[in-house]
C-alpha cells in the first residue's frame, strides 16, 4: 500500500484547500446551506471518505502531521468564545439567562446518561457511547473534535470518527425537527408573536450593523487569543500536578482565559466592539481549520462495527431533546410564545449548533411573528454559556469512565 505522508507546511495547505473545496460545493448545492452543514465538514469529510475508500481497497494511506497545529487551533477558537462574553451582555437577560443555563446544562447531563445507559444494553464500551452524547450533539463539531482526542488517549478507538459522525447527524436532525416542534407547540397552544414593528426594524438593523476590522485591531486580538491560550496552558499545567488523577482538557481552560482577558479588559479599558468582531473572526477561522482537519484524518474504517449500535444511540438523542424542549422548556421559560420559540432554539444547539437553532427560529418567527427575547437569549446560551456548563460536565462523564 502507498503511504503519502504530508508535513506540518503540506498539511496545513491541505486543509484550506478543503475548506475552499467545501464552500465551493455549499454555493453550489443550496441543500447544504439549508442544513447549515459547514465548509469545514463537507470538505473534509469528502475527503475523508475517498481516504477510506482507498484504505479498503489497499491502494493508498495518509498520513498528516496535524497534532500540534489542531491544537493551536482548538485552543485559540474555545480562547475566542471566551472572550465572546461580557458581563455587560450576560446582565441583560436576567432570569430567563438563568433559567436556561439551568436548562441547557440539564439536557447536557441527559444526553450523556442516556448515551451511557443505552451503550451498555446495546453493548458499547462508555467511552464511544459517550461520543454520541453531549460533546457532538450539544457541543457540536468544536467539542466533537477536541474531546475525542482526550477519549482515544483513554482507549476509546475510534473516538473521533464517531463524534464527528455523530456531530453531523445531530447537525442535520437538528434543522428537520426545529420548525415542527415550534409549529406544533404554536398551534397546539394558539400562541403569537408580540414584537413591534420598531423591535423587528431595530433587529435588522443590529444585524446589518458593521465595524472596520483594522491591522492594529487585528493584531491586538490575536495578542490577546495567544495571551489567553498561555493563560489557559498555565492554569493546566498547575492543575495537573494538583489534581493528578483529573483529566482537565486544556481548551476549557483556554477559554476561561478568553473570559478572564475580555472582562479585565472591559473594566480597565472599555468595551471595543470592533476588537471583538477581529476575535471572532479569529475564532471562526481557527474553528475552521480544526475541525477539517480533524475530520481529514478520520479513520472511517473503524466505524463500521459500531453502524446499528450507533444509529439506535442518536436517534434516541434526538427523541429525547424534543421531548424536552416540548415538555420541560417550553414550560420552564414561561408556556408563551417566547417561550416556544427558545424551545425551538435549545433542539437547534442541543443537537447541532448555534446557527441550526438561529435558522429553525427564523422559520417559526417567519410564520407566526418575531421574538426578540427569543433572538438574544438562545445566542447567549448556545453559544456561550452552554459551552462551560457541556465542558464541565463532559469532563465530570470522562474522567468517571477513565477508571
Not at 6 to 18: G, H, K, S
Not at 179 to 197: E, F, H, M, R
Not at 317 to 341: C, E, H, P, T, W
Not at 370 to 397: D, E, Q, R
Request: glycine share 10%; charged share 15%; aromatic share 10%.
Amino acid at each position: 500500500m502507498l503511504e503519502i505522508k504530508l508535513d506540518i507546511f503540506q498539511t496545513l495547505a491541505f486543509t484550506v484547500l478543503l475548506i475552499w473545496l467545501g464552500d465551493f460545493l455549499r454555493q453550489k448545492f443550496p441543500i447544504l446551506k439549508k442544513y447549515c452543514i459547514p465548509s469545514a465538514v463537507v470538505g473534509g469529510l469528502l475527503f475523508a471518505i475517498l481516504a477510506c475508500f482507498l484504505h479498503v481497497k489497499g491502494l493508498v494511506d495518509f498520513k498528516f502531521d496535524s497534532k500540534t497545529t489542531n491544537t493551536l487551533f482548538y485552543c485559540l477558537f474555545f480562547a475566542a468564545s471566551g472572550a465572546a462574553a461580557g458581563l455587560s451582555l450576560l446582565k441583560k437577560g436576567g432570569k430567563l439567562i438563568a433559567i436556561f443555563t439551568f436548562l441547557a446544562a440539564a439536557t447536557a447531563f441527559l444526553q450523556n446518561v442516556l448515551a451511557v445507559g443505552l451503550g451498555k444494553v446495546l453493548g458499547v464500551q462508555p467511552l464511544i457511547a459517550l461520543m454520541t452524547g453531549s460533546i457532538p450533539m450539544t457541543g457540536g463539531h468544536g467539542n466533537a473534535a477536541s474531546f475525542a482526542p482526550i477519549a482515544e488517549k483513554m482507549g476509546a478507538t475510534g473516538a473521533m470518527e464517531v463524534a464527528i459522525a455523530a456531530a453531523t447527524f445531530g447537525l442535520i436532525s437538528g434543522c428537520i425537527v426545529g420548525g415542527p416542534l415550534g409549529n406544533a407547540i404554536v398551534q397546539k397552544y394558539g400562541l403569537k408573536g408580540s414584537a413591534t414593528a420598531e423591535e423587528v426594524a431595530e433587529m435588522e438593523k443590529a444585524s446589518q450593523k458593521t465595524f472596520t476590522l483594522d491591522k492594529s485591531r487585528s493584531l491586538k486580538a490575536t495578542c490577546l487569543m495567544f495571551i489567553a491560550c498561555g493563560f489557559g496552558a498555565t492554569l493546566f499545567a498547575i492543575l495537573k500536578k494538583a489534581l493528578p488523577g483529573v483529566n482537565l482538557p486544556i481548551h476549557v481552560l483556554c477559554m476561561l482565559g478568553g473570559l478572564i482577558i475580555r472582562i479585565i479588559y472591559d473594566v480597565f479599558i472599555g468595551e471595543d466592539e470592533a476588537l471583538y468582531e477581529c476575535i471572532d473572526s479569529l475564532g471562526e477561522i481557527s474553528l475552521a481549520m480544526f475541525v477539517t482537519m480533524s475530520i481529514m484524518t478520520m479513520k472511517l474504517w473503524q466505524l463500521a462495527d459500531l453502524a446499528i449500535p450507533m444509529v439506535i444511540l442518536l436517534f434516541a438523542q434526538v427523541v429525547m431533546i424534543v421531548l424536552f424542549a416540548a415538555f420541560i422548556s417550553f414550560r420552564l421559560l414561561g408556556k408563551n410564545y417566547d417561550a416556544a420559540v427558545m424551545a425551538v432554539g435549545h433542539t437547534g444547539f442541543g443537537l447541532g449548533a448555534v446557527p441550526v437553532s438561529m435558522a429553525t427560529m427564523k422559520t417559526v418567527c417567519d410564520k407566526y411573528g418575531y421574538s426578540k427575547i427569543a433572538f438574544f437569549v438562545v445566542p447567549v446560551i448556545g453559544g456561550l454559556i452552554s459551552n462551560f456548563t457541556n465542558a464541565a460536565i463532559i469532563t465530570f462523564f470522562l474522567n468517571l469512565y477513565s477508571k
